[in-house]
């Protein structure tokens, strides 16, 4: 049976074999297996996530939003070193986060004092400018809450949608054109260049999720910290 990377299964110690490379993301996969907390399909969401934000956006401290065990925070500083530090959003604290950590510190030693669970509501934490304000499947209108913070602090953001709700999220009237899901995230690019955004677009592969649509932005102008111009 082939390996499914969309799975909800959780990797365990059982998986290790299927990661025997060198490369970074099986690096990471073996320590996601050994932590035996997270699905295959969260793993893959997030290095694809990960990665592409990382070719857009280097530096910054990352605010992991809706972060649970917090592994895009994780992978977000492994991949840029230059990020001074992360913190993760959510006001449950999954019980095997610290195990997660621990075992990413022990591969990654640099990560050690540098990432931070704080669980409040999205609302209580502070952004500054040169943040990266992340999150990878934060449900329905808690997207936009997300890009809201973002763009109030006027940092660079980059959010996978996913739980489109039409009750919550706002379609703009393209309901009769275009299917929910995509009118809602449509919007949400809209706004966020109407907010004075440069945006971007992309898709992660749809065998890991269905929900794939990546957006990402940045302020324009001169005199925000790392603005397009």
């Known amino acids: 049976m082939a390996f499914a990377r969309g799975s909800g299964n959780r990797l365990t110690r059982h998986d290790l074999d299927r ?20 699905p295959r399909k969260e793993l893959y969401e997030t290095w694809e996530v990960a990665r592409r934000v990382r070719r857009v956006f280097r530096g910054g401290r990352v605010a992991d939003m809706a972060g649970g065990h917090g592994l ?11 990020s001074p530090a992360a913190f993760v959003v959510d006001p449950i604290v999954p019980k095997s986060a610290r195990r997660l950590h ?7 030693p640099r990560l050690e004092g ?70 809602i995230d449509v919007v949400r690019a809209a706004r966020l260049e ?21 957006l990402l932005g940045v302020p324009v102008g001169p005199g925000t910290p790392h603005a397009a111009v």
Request: with cysteine; charged share 20%; net charge negative.
């Open 72 to 82: 895009l925070a994780h992978a977000l500083l492994i991949l840029d070193d230059s």
């Open 114 to 183: 540098r990432i931070e669970h704080v669980p409040v509501g999205m609302d209580e934490v502070g952004l500054d400018p040169a943040d990266v304000v992340v999150s990878c499947h934060a449900c329905g209108a808690l997207t936009d809450l997300v890009l809201s913070r973002a763009s109030t602090a006027r940092a660079r953001v980059a959010v996978l949608p996913c739980c489109h709700d039409e009750e919550t999220c706002d379609t703009g009237g393209l309901g009769g054109w275009l299917e929910a899901s995509l009118a």
């Open 102 to 108: 621990d075992l990413l510190v022990r591969a990654w």
């Open 194 to 214: 109407a907010s004075g955004y440069r945006v971007w677009t992309q898709t992660i592969p749809a065998d890991i999720t269905p929900k794939n649509r990546l």
């Open 19 to 38: 990661f025997p490379g060198d490369s970074l993301f099986e690096r990471l996969a073996r320590v996601v297996c050994e932590a035996g907390c997270l």
